[in-house]
């Protein structure tokens, strides 16, 4: 199984969505980055894993207080606050936040919106290999329970 980024964003992220979600989320969230990950991996697809990580942690943050916000969808509440997030970080250069707001935006759509980018259709791949099974066959079966073993 390939390694989660071991960042200094990463942990900043990650303690702050920790502090939000639920520990289903927060193991969802690890399993959608780790199917993604190994999918974008198999298809030798370019991407950042320090991105795909971000964007699969945040994805599900704005079914949350303090996050959540009323009148917009989930997606939208959960790519604002990756966007806040990666605001306050100056180091992430601002045209990498659109590409990453749109991956969270598009990820609960029936099919991968590829023509978003390669970070956009692998975290609908990873979300849906983890609640729905979708293309999980892509991945060896060692690979999978592996997955499924650690979150």
Known sequence: MRTIPDTKIITEASKIVKAAVSKNIWNHSFRTF???????????LKYSTEDLMLVALFHDIGLYEP??????????????????FLLSQKQVPKEKIN??????????????RWDKGNLAGLLQVGAHMDVLGTKKSHLPKNIRNEIKKSY
Do not use: N
């Open 34 to 44: 780790l199917y993604a990950d190994e999918f974008g991996f198999s298809k030798e």
């Open 67 to 84: 996050y959540l916000i009323r009148g917009k969808s989930f997606q939208v509440s959960s790519s604002t606050a990756l966007k806040e």
């Open 99 to 112: 590409p990453m707001m749109e991956a969270i935006d598009f990820h609960f759509q029936l099919k991968p």
